[in-house]
């Protein structure tokens, strides 16, 4: 049980006595004997969740039921174990009093107990979750059709496979079922089996230019329960394009420097902002290096635009009709300012429509003359090979 004394403006040992001295507002009380000392007792917080069972893997909301704890500004504290779980949200209040519904996912490897807590600016606590092992996990092997099953009944309605991608490959994953209200929710996973790389409510493709082993999980957006289900998987080489130089000059619309059609790949492009600066307005007033592209099909498209110096640089994409040409921030056809911040490097993750013609600005907000920079293109595959 811990004690907590009650606020004092000053304390004095009486010498000789072995009695504390009481100050009240500066003045010295008589010596009050330590063992007469009524402390006063806090009640220790406690934590208990339901279900304090879980599975290893699971992913499933936890009345967590708080006893004399301050929810306001209070943070995750961590144990040994506490690497086993992961807390993503607090629901709302619970249907008991002190009672707050939370929602937790638990390592694919974990097993035994596992603990999980909280600390606020007066106390810590924590509390305990048992851990059922999963039963050996499957590989999953690259294919059409290459899992399927019927996803189990609560709290264990997910399945879940261990999965190497070399490196320099992209992953493609896509869970169907003839159940009309199924929504896939797909994880891809670290092999600590807690840690989510990529998360994806349909289609999931990843870029892994290291490669990787670890688990791919699946399981309802909604917790749906006794649902078929099928897999497909692609894990697919990617190709790394000849680099593209820019070429001068490029600011006037007749001058943008058309890129070509991309397919699925890396495309890194390369340039150097001759000068830099803005208008009143904002919108960058010194060399644009501005270039126009097309997807083969609809994409997800990651975008990196890096440099050394200390200067400000962006990227802005735009579609342009016919007989539009109007770049800066806040032209009427740009589509994605994402790049134009004060980050560095500055980055992007779009899905982009095949067949439209893109134009792509990078310029020097602010900076010195002479800034070069590198721009990388990540096209992801869009369908499964045949």
């Given at each position: 049980m811990r004690l907590a004394f009650p606020a004092l403006i000053g304390s004095l040992l009486v010498a000789g006595t072995g009695c504390l001295g009481i100050f009240v507002d500066g003045t010295a009380g008589p010596p009050v004997p330590f063992d007469d000392f009524e402390p006063e007792v806090v009640p220790?917080?406690?934590?208990?969740?339901?279900?304090?069972?879980?599975?290893?893997g699971g992913f499933l909301d936890v009345d967590v039921m708080l006893t004399d704890f301050d929810l306001s500004g209070a943070q995750e504290a961590f144990a040994v174990t506490s690497g086993d779980v992961a807390f993503h949200h607090i629901n709302g209040p619970g249907e008991l009093p002190e009672t707050f519904s939370m929602r937790f996912h638990f390592g694919l490897l974990g097993s035994g107990t596992v603990t999980w807590g909280m600390v606020n600016m007066e106390s810590l606590v924590f509390g305990d979750f048992e851990v059922?092992?999963?039963?050996?996990?499957?590989?999953?092997?690259?294919?059409?059709?290459?899992?399927?099953?019927?996803?189990?009944?609560?709290p264990q309605a997910f399945?879940?496979?261990?999965?190497?991608?070399?490196?320099?490959?992209?992953v493609m994953v896509q869970a169907?079922?003839?159940?009309?209200?199924?929504?896939?929710?797909l994880w891809l996973m670290e092999d600590d089996g807690v840690t989510v790389r990529e998360e994806s409510g349909g289609l999931l493709s990843a870029w892994l230019p290291d490669g990787m082993d670890g688990f791919l999980r699946l399981q309802d957006a909604d917790f749906l329960q006794e649902v078929d289900y099928s897999v497909d998987l692609a894990v697919i080489e990617g190709s790394v394009a000849e680099p593209i130089a820019e070429v001068e000059p490029n600011d006037a619309p007749g001058q943008w420097q058309d890129l070509g059609i991309l397919g699925a790949g890396l495309v890194t492009l390369s340039g150097v902002c001759d000068t830099a600066g803005h208008d009143k307005d904002d919108d960058p007033s010194g060399d644009l290096d501005v270039f126009t592209f097309e997807l083969v099909e609809d994409a997800r498209v990651a975008l990196e635009l890096a440099w050394e110096s200390i200067d400000d640089l962006d990227a802005v994409l735009y579609v342009h009709g016919e007989d539009e040409d109007q770049l800066g921030f806040d032209?009427?056809?740009?589509?994605?300012?994402?790049?134009?911040?004060?980050?560095?490097?500055?980055?992007?993750?779009?899905?982009?429509?095949?067949?439209?013609?893109?134009t792509l600005m990078v310029a020097n907000w602010l900076g010195d003359p002479i800034a070069p920079w590198e721009l990388t293109f990540n096209v992801y595959p869009s369908s499964f090979p045949e």
């Open positions: 220790e917080p406690t934590m208990t969740f339901d279900p304090a069972t879980v599975p290893a059922l092992p999963r039963d050996a996990i499957e590989p999953l092997l690259p294919g059409l059709e290459t899992a399927a099953g019927t996803l189990g009944a609560a399945e879940a496979w261990s999965l190497a991608v070399p490196a320099s490959h992209y169907t079922s003839d159940e009309p209200a199924f929504e896939s929710l032209s009427p056809q740009a589509v994605d300012t994402s790049m134009a911040t004060l980050s560095r490097p500055e980055n992007a993750d779009l899905q982009l429509v095949g067949g439209v013609r893109y």
